[in-house]
Structures are given as C-alpha cells and as structure tokens.
C-alpha cells in the first residue's frame, strides 16, 4: 500500500513537472515569438554617410579656355542643409547635408531609413536635388526628362537647380545591419552631362535663340515634318537676360541621362527657326562638353 501510494505520489509530481516545464517552454517560445516580431517590426536605421562630389570630367577643346561661368557647373558643391531621398520598393527616408567642407566637394549626410520589410541584399538608391514621385521613377535607368524642361541656360541656375547626382547601386543586407548604425565612404555620381554651345548663323553671327530644343533619335526632322520628335530637353521662354551673362550666343545645357544617337538641335530666333545635325554623338553622364555650332535657317 505505502508503495502504491509512493508510486502514485512520485507519479502526480512528475506530471506536475512536465506541466510546469510545458508552460515555461511555451512562455519562452512566445518571448521568442514576440522578440522575432518586434525585430522584424523594427523600421529605423540610422545612417550616417561620408559623402563625396565627383566633379565633371572637362571635354572642352581647353581646360585654360574655360570661364568662372564653366567652373560654376563642372565643380558641384554640397549645400548646407540639403535633403538627400533614400527610396526603393521596401525603404525610404531622409538625409540631412551636414558639416560641409573640402571647398564644398565633401560632406556628411544623417538621417533614418525605415524599412518595411528585409530582404536579402537590398538595392538602396540616393538621390540628391532629385525626388521620386514613385519608387519605379529612376533617373538612373528612365529619367524623367521634363523635370529638365525650365533651364534658362545660364550656369548660376544649373548650379542651384539641376545639381542632381546620386549613388544608383548600394547593396545592403539589413539582416546583418546594427538598426542603430549604418555607415558608408562612398561618391555621388552626377546623372546628366552638361553642354555649353555657342550658336551662330551660316554668316557667322551669334544666335541668341528664344527657344532651344536638343533632339535625339534616329529619324530625320525639318520644320514642316510629321514625325514627332523625341525631344529630349526643351527650354522656352529664355530671357534676353541669358545672353548678358553668358556672351551673345552661349547657352549652358543639361542634359539628363547619357546618349548614343543622332542628336539634333533646334532654335527659334526672331520667330525664324533654325537646325543643326549633330549626327550620332556620345554625351555621357558626368562629362562637361562645349560645341561650336554653326545653324542653318529652316524657313
């Protein structure tokens, strides 16, 4: 009887142990569960970048040819206070331009990163002086041309205005990120090169066109044709004011993206059109050029 008892005793506290064991492993399982959650749910990642300009390579026939106007826009600088868009699929934030310094060539960008979801090596893009309206916009890969439509071709206002430059492939797998730091030593690209072209007639007089188209594709235009032309930056509207700055028939333009295709361009002066075929030309990101074009009248 008393081994009975002892048996069924001994038997009640082993179940009582299982029991009190389960319910500790199943609180550890939840701990765990909630744990993974919270990190999953985690979305700020601080980020601190030192960041570099690169400035425009020179393809003008002479470096020592080049005026205050041509420094201006072939040496980007940093501005204080600045934004810097950080977008993808399943990120996006801010970053602040801080402590600018090397004549404005470097600085150092803060903010926070919230992602929504980690996945393996991630694609983060920044854009600088250029904000997406939706995470598939890319000015790397399909820029959005009309955002270059207002220059007025003077210098002073690609410097301020057109300054856009980014980083297009930063890979970073967030699961092996401190949500508390991300760090990167890396150079801003520039996305669009930038033309200064002196226009004159077949007389040899200098062109001061309201209006300045640059063309690309591979089909012909004249002024009458029925083709629709692939414009690829228009400015309308420039002021007389353009010329006094610049010289009679100088206008700085930015172009977005590169190109490897017949480029034309297109003016109107004194409501009279006029056209130059460039031919098949490479103007490529990052690259300053100057051209002396000599426009034939249309009409």
Same mark, same amino acid.
């Given at each position: 009887m008393k081994?009975?008892?002892?048996?069924?005793?001994?038997s009640a506290l082993c179940l009582m142990g299982a029991g009190l064991f389960a319910a500790c492993s199943s609180d550890d399982d939840d701990d765990a569960t909630k744990k993974h959650q919270a990190e999953e749910e985690t979305k700020g990642? $601080?980020?601190?970048?030192e960041a570099k300009r690169s400035a425009y390579t020179i393809r003008a026939k002479s470096s020592d040819a080049l005026s205050e106007a041509d420094k201006m826009v072939i040496n980007p600088k940093w501005t204080e206070g600045d934004e810097v868009t950080v977008r993808g699929v399943n990120y996006s934030g801010t970053l602040k331009v801080m402590n600018v310094r090397n004549d404005g060539r470097e600085c150092t960008l803060k903010g926070t990163?919230?992602?929504?979801?980690?996945?393996?090596?991630?694609?983060?893009?920044?854009?600088?002086?250029?904000?997406?309206t939706a995470w598939y916009e890319d000015v790397?890969?399909?820029?959005?041309?009309?955002?270059?439509? $207002?220059?007025?071709?003077?210098?002073?206002?690609?410097?301020?205005?057109y300054n856009i430059a980014g980083i297009s492939d930063c890979l970073m797998d967030f699961d092996?990120?401190?949500?508390?730091s991300i760090k990167l030593d890396t150079d801003f690209e520039n996305w669009q090169s930038i033309v200064r072209f002196t226009l004159k007639d077949e007389a040899g007089n200098l062109l001061c066109p309201t209006k300045f188209d640059v063309i690309r594709g591979s089909k012909g235009w004249t002024p009458d044709s029925w083709w629709n032309p692939d414009y690829w930056v228009r400015l309308s509207g420039i002021p007389a004011?353009?010329?006094?700055? $610049?010289?009679?028939?100088?206008?700085?333009v930015v172009l977005p993206g590169s190109v490897h295709d017949n480029v034309?361009?297109?003016?109107?002066?004194?409501g009279h059109p006029y056209i130059y075929t460039m031919g098949r030309s490479d103007l490529l990101?990052?690259?300053?050029?100057?051209?002396?074009?000599?426009?034939?009248?249309?009409?």
């Amino acid at each position: 009887m008393k081994t009975t008892l002892h048996s069924i005793l001994l038997s009640a506290l082993c179940l009582m142990g299982a029991g009190l064991f389960a319910a500790c492993s199943s609180d550890d399982d939840d701990d765990a569960t909630k744990k993974h959650q919270a990190e999953e749910e985690t979305k700020g990642y $601080n980020m601190t970048i030192e960041a570099k300009r690169s400035a425009y390579t020179i393809r003008a026939k002479s470096s020592d040819a080049l005026s205050e106007a041509d420094k201006m826009v072939i040496n980007p600088k940093w501005t204080e206070g600045d934004e810097v868009t950080v977008r993808g699929v399943n990120y996006s934030g801010t970053l602040k331009v801080m402590n600018v310094r090397n004549d404005g060539r470097e600085c150092t960008l803060k903010g926070t990163v919230d992602v929504d979801k980690i996945t393996t090596l991630t694609r983060i893009r920044f854009y600088y002086h250029y904000v997406p309206t939706a995470w598939y916009e890319d000015v790397f890969d399909d820029p959005d041309y009309s955002r270059y439509d $207002n220059q007025d071709g003077t210098p002073k206002t690609i410097a301020s205005k057109y300054n856009i430059a980014g980083i297009s492939d930063c890979l970073m797998d967030f699961d092996f990120v401190d949500p508390h730091s991300i760090k990167l030593d890396t150079d801003f690209e520039n996305w669009q090169s930038i033309v200064r072209f002196t226009l004159k007639d077949e007389a040899g007089n200098l062109l001061c066109p309201t209006k300045f188209d640059v063309i690309r594709g591979s089909k012909g235009w004249t002024p009458d044709s029925w083709w629709n032309p692939d414009y690829w930056v228009r400015l309308s509207g420039i002021p007389a004011s353009t010329y006094t700055t $610049n010289g009679k028939g100088v206008l700085y333009v930015v172009l977005p993206g590169s190109v490897h295709d017949n480029v034309i361009l297109s003016a109107t002066v004194d409501g009279h059109p006029y056209i130059y075929t460039m031919g098949r030309s490479d103007l490529l990101t990052g690259e300053f050029y100057t051209y002396e074009v000599v426009m034939e009248r249309a009409d």
